[in-house]
């Protein structure tokens, strides 16, 4: 049976590694911050952790949890730059960390690794059009393609134990179809291929 242990939640919410805790993010417009909050995971009083006006979102506990790692946008870069970042805070509450330098178009998950050495991205690096898979060392933020290529990748998930991953591959199939705009009838002239 559904029961509601926080509202006004803006991300998926993450357990802790004993399952007790759910991080999670709240975003308010006036005034502009993004909060992260910590609650019991049978409800109860949530706990404020960490507070900005940065975008700083999607909060992950560690395996070990210690860190909470959360997405960043750098307000620096200009419209169509790649502005997103990975950092984190320690999990009762600190400075927000940038884990190393590399830039992302988009940053659609992250996953932890299972023994914390890293995460697993799915997003688009700065200067690629494509969504791939990453490993992300922490804490120096070594990036590393995991998927080579030309298809799109889109979100992630771990089993337990650490040894596999899930995702959703997206290919793009065209052709080339003629309108005949006096019947307004649609015709296909080249065969649809991954081209």
């Known amino acids: 049976e559904p029961k509601q ?8 919410g993450s357990f802790s590694p004993d399952g007790k805790q759910i991080v999670f993010h709240r975003h308010t417009i ?15 009083q949530e706990k404020l952790i960490y507070s900005n006006t940065e975008n700083q979102i ?3 506990f560690s395996p070990d ?3 909470i790692v959360l997405s960043s946008f750098d307000k620096s870069k200009g419209q169509g730059e790649a502005a997103m970042r990975l950092g984190w805070i320690p999990s009762n509450g600190g400075n927000f960390t940038l884990i190393g330098n590399e830039h992302f178009l988009m940053l659609n998950d992250y996953r932890w690794l299972k023994d914390g050495s890293g995460l697993v991205v799915s997003g688009v690096l700065a200067k690629d059009t494509t969504n791939r898979l990453f490993t992300v060392s922490f804490p120096d933020g070594t990036v590393e393609r995991l998927t080579k290529d030309a298809n799109d990748y889109y979100g992630n998930s771990i089993t337990a134990d650490g040894k596999t991953i899930a995702t959703i591959q997206a290919t793009t199939n065209s052709g080339i179809w003629e309108f005949d705009m006096s019947t307004k009838t649609t015709r296909q002239i080249s065969p649809t291929n991954e081209e």
């Open 58 to 60: 999607h909060p992950q």
């Open 30 to 44: 006036t005034p502009p911050k993004d909060e992260i909050f910590v609650i019991n995971a049978d409800g109860g």
């Open 65 to 67: 949890g210690k860190v």
């Open 5 to 12: 242990i926080a509202f006004d939640v803006d991300s998926g």
